[in-house]
């Protein structure tokens, strides 16, 4: 009975550690907003620092503007107005160590409750006169040393995504989920192709049926996310489009089942379009993406499930989302496929 139902149980228990972990945890300290983000060198320049998860209060704050690994501006003077907000001076110089008439800079800041925290691309600099060997002589020659590191066990902060980071949890996992369902549905087709035996068609019909509401459920968490980060719920993605056809495509399988009475010839035919069906999957999710600008991680030059994306703290709730989430689809199909088989006695009796 253990060994039956086993994986079962591990399912509903890595989704239940996935919901309290990856709800839980508090996200690392962070940076929100600077203001102004514009400005001009050669004067005193007072910024507004508005911070995330942040105890300012505690303990000493040291800030740097970081141009690169060799250029870096430490602050003047640091005035704390509450644990979440500071107004931080510099003295930027005349001149600035480089050629480009526009600079950015990343915000540093640190103390030893909240740990290091930035914001890149924070402060941007504009130069009316270039001057880079003057600029050379004038920047400071300062250094950051002996960063602090936030106690405990967080998630990564980014400013885009702030507390949204944890839709990681349940959006992706169900898109694998869906995946490794449609392959299952891959394995019973051509099963069925080589057997004739109704029970592998049944099996193919069901996990694409919870692969394909996976699919939609994770089109909608993805929707809602989009809508946090990038401003709108449907912004044309290209990765949105091609999911979108996707699941049309994996929707018409249903409609083409319903077009035959036969059920060997229902069968048949539908086992032949779920081979169809994965083999187009695999050009829209992750080819076409690859080969054009996107907002998605993975896509367009932009890495996926990398040091933006993860840490290895994210990585213990992720990767066991992806196995949970896959072994609640295998039961929801088991079921399913139970349902089915019911049914189609009942039709054997009534003939």
């Not at 550690?17 to 514009?38: A, C, H, M, R, W």
């Not at 000493?60 to 509450?82: F, G, H, P, V």
Request: neutral net charge.
């Amino acid at each position: 009975m253990i060994i039956k139902h086993g994986w079962k149980l591990l399912g509903v228990v890595i989704l239940i550690y996935t919901f309290i972990v990856g709800l839980l945890v508090p996200l690392k300290s962070g940076i929100l907003e600077v203001s102004p983000q514009s400005v001009q060198p050669g004067r005193n320049i007072s910024f507004r620092v508005l911070g995330y998860n942040t105890h300012y209060l505690s303990g000493e704050i040291r800030a740097w503007l970081k141009m690169d690994e060799e250029y870096t501006l430490a602050s003047s003077q640091i005035l704390i107005q509450n644990d979440r907000e500071l107004k931080v001076i510099f003295g930027i110089p005349r001149f600035l160590p480089t050629a480009d008439k526009v600079q950015d800079f990343t915000l540093l800041l640190d103390n030893e409750v909240d740990g290091a925290h930035l914001l890149p691309s924070a402060v941007f600099v504009t130069q009316d006169s270039i001057n880079p060997a003057m600029g050379r002589l004038e920047w400071p020659p300062e250094r950051i040393t002996d960063l602090h590191e936030k106690e405990g066990i967080t998630f990564p902060f980014r400013n885009i995504l702030a507390e949204t980071i944890r839709n990681t949890y349940f959006h992706v996992p169900m898109w694998f989920a869906m995946i490794f369902l449609f392959l299952g549905a891959v394995f019973y087709s051509g099963r069925y192709l080589r057997s004739k035996r109704s029970v592998d068609d049944f099996r193919a019909f069901t996990m694409i049926r919870v692969g394909v509401l996976f699919g939609i459920m994770g089109l909608l968490t993805g929707a809602v996310w989009a809508k946090n980060t990038w401003g709108a719920y449907w912004s044309g993605d290209i990765k949105q489009n091609m999911t979108a056809i996707c699941l049309l495509i994996y929707m018409a399988y249903f409609v083409l089942r319903q077009a035959y009475e036969d059920p060997d010839q229902r069968a048949r035919i539908a086992s032949v379009y779920a081979l169809f069906a994965f083999a187009a999957m695999i050009p829209l999710l992750f080819v076409i993406p690859r080969l054009t600008d996107s907002l998605h991680p993975g896509n367009g030059g932009n890495p996926a499930l990398g040091g933006e994306d993860l840490d290895n703290t994210m990585r213990m709730v992720f990767y066991p989302a992806i196995i949970g989430w896959f072994l609640l689809g295998l039961w929801m199909a088991q079921l399913s496929f139970r349902i089915e088989r019911l049914k189609e006695r009942l039709l054997e009796n009534e003939d």
